[in-house]
Antibody
């Protein structure tokens, strides 16, 4: 059974940084792309970033490009999201999600973690 | 980016009846559309991918159809556990984009 467990959320000040982690188990982690998706309070879902199974390729949503960095450690089955220059509008629940392929524009998310809350406020 | 538009925003349907949810893409996405269900306080759950392929274990009362820019999720014989928010998402290109959601409520 696929399990994804996020951690590292909390309160950060505007302009500050946070690093989210996602521990994966139940599947061959290195063979699948991984994605971060966020959901602001009472709002819909927003795709944040994706990274290939090997970690060499990635893509970002326009709202986080240049501020957030996705990475992974396949030796530890861990996914990360480094969030810098945080803004109030980054406040959201952040979900770690597994893709159905190594890295493909036409692949889809097939499993989600439970999410971690990030609040940006002074 | 591809804009996804869902309708209606809220749908009221009685238990046992059929619900029809719509999703429109601003440009053709072939059949690269997924549907997710989200209940309060929970993570989303994959229902459908490739516009019509049910996720493993999903009851047959859920069905997806469409291609190009117009898509439909149909839920037949609504059960109490089906009342939730439903999101569509295009998985044709990056950035992946979601619709704003349809809340399915009991009438």
């Amino acid at each position: 059974e696929v399990q994804l467990l996020e951690s590292g959320g909390g309160l950060a000040q505007p302009g500050g940084s946070l690093r989210l982690s996602c521990a994966a188990s139940g599947f061959s982690f290195k063979n699948f792309a991984m994605t971060w998706v966020r959901q602001a309070p009472g709002k819909g879902l927003e795709w944040v970033s994706i990274i290939s199974g090997g970690g060499a390729a990635s893509s970002y949503g326009d709202s986080v490009k240049g501020r957030f960095t996705i990475s992974r450690d396949n030796s530890k089955n861990m996914l990360y999201l480094q969030m810098d220059s945080l803004r109030a509008e980054d406040t959201a629940i952040y979900y770690c999600a597994k893709e159905a392929s190594y890295y493909s524009r036409s692949a889809f998310i097939d499993s989600w973690g439970q999410g971690v809350q990030v609040t940006v406020s002074s | 980016e591809i804009v996804m538009t869902q309708s209606p925003a809220t749908l009221s349907v009685s238990l046992g009846e059929r619900a029809t949810l719509s999703c429109r893409a601003s440009q053709s996405i072939s059949s690269n559309l997924a549907w997710f269900q989200q209940k309060p306080g929970q993570a989303p759950r994959l229902l459908i991918h490739g516009a019509s392929t049910r996720a493993t274990g999903l009851p047959a009362r859920f069905s997806g159809s469409g291609s190009g820019t117009e898509f439909t999720l149909t839920i037949s014989g609504l059960q109490s556990e089906d009342f939730a928010v439903y999101f569509c998402q295009q998985h044709d290109d990056w950035p992946r984009t979601f619709g704003q959601g349809t809340k399915l409520e009991i009438k």
